[in-house]
């Protein structure tokens, strides 16, 4: 799969930075993933987890543009109920990529 250019690696470094350790992270205007799902996302034949990870990043990456960096970003950070809203929105994606690969959710 041909990547678009806001598709990128994660530093190494951010490995030590708890809030940016997971799978992936939106910060626009990036998407970056983990070594290991980039890679996958980059073959030929993306498996369906590396691909209903990317769908949800983008969800996280259009709300930050719409909402603007710095106030999404604000309300992410201080807001639990406003993270809890933005991560179902983002997890009804994902799930939807997981169930046209008949697959589950974990």
Avoid at 54 to 61: F, M, N, Q, S
Wanted: proline letters at 6%; aromatic letters at 12%; a positive charge.
């Amino acid at each position: 799969m041909n990547l678009p250019s806001y598709i990128r690696r994660k530093p190494r470094y951010w490995r030590y930075l708890p809030f940016l350790s997971g799978r992936a992270n939106a910060i626009a205007p990036h998407i970056y993933l983990r070594r290991e799902a980039y890679d996958d996302l980059a073959s030929e034949n993306p498996s369906p987890q590396a691909r209903a990870t990317l769908a949800h990043e983008e969800v996280h990456l259009r709300r930050e543009k719409e909402l603007g960096i710095l106030r999404y970003g604000a309300r992410y950070l201080f807001s639990r109920i406003f993270r809890f809203h933005e991560e179902l929105c983002a997890i009804r994606e994902q799930m939807k990529v997981l169930k046209k690969e008949g697959m589950e959710f974990d």
